[in-house]
């Protein structure tokens, strides 16, 4: 049975339990992260452990425990769990309080981190690409809940989301209140047009995510244009290559849009590129 590491304590899977009052639970008040296991290494556990103390420096919640010690828990249970492929989930609430919002009312902060087989699309999908859609819920607005928070209330992306599944695709691109492109559910979006490699900015209102800037960096270390810029739906439908990115999805080919085909409706060359030497930066 997989082990769960709670406050510096390992449990059985089943065993792994915190409080009905924690404010995680009532109002989504907490934060977490995504890790990647490749080869029984965490990939960029320093990043991840510096966006989530950003995360909860932004909203006030002072996490009990140094970045190094919690980087340190998130090896700790790898081990534990002997996971040499597989996913990190790192969980950080503000914990059991009163059922008032007030946060300060709150004790001490749960920290939890659950190790997981990864999930994720299938062969073919990677093989032929996504079909995704447009979702008519946009993107939180940054001056509600500003998505450079990776928060436990992920409600704004999970109300995209179903309506991705209604439409009988896995993703769907969130626009922001300007009606641009932001990012999709639960990844980073790029596309390819004319040789150059455009995605929306930080300030469109989307998660820094790791991969992304991971792309970013190998696509700039093969000479390729990177443009982080306003896109609208405009330059989705007449991209030459669209790909998404992310911690579990990695980089996913994306042909098909709203009813529109995406450039030749098959994955593109530098799209395909930029998945390979993802995955060699990852796997070496
Ligand atoms: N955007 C959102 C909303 C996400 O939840 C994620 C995945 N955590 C991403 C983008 C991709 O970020 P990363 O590459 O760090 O996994």
Redesign the pocket.
Known sequence: MSKVWINGKLFDKDDAKISVFDHGLLYGDGVFE?IRIYGGKAFRLDE?IE?LYESARHIALEIPLPPERMSQAVLDTIRANAKIDGYIRLVVTRGAGTLGLDPKRCSNPQIIVIVDDIALYSAESYERGLSIVTSSIIRNHPNALN?RI?SLN?LN?ILAKIEAVRAGCQEAIMLNHNGEVA??????LFLVKRGILRTPHLVAG???????NAVIELARAAQITVQEMALTRHDIYSADECFL????AEVAPIVECDGRLIGNGKPGPITRQLREQFHRLARQ
Do not use: F
């Open positions: 995504g991840h966006r998505a990776k992920y992306n990012e999709c559910t639960a990844d980073n989307i998660l820094e995510g790791i991969t992304r990115t992310g911690t579990a």
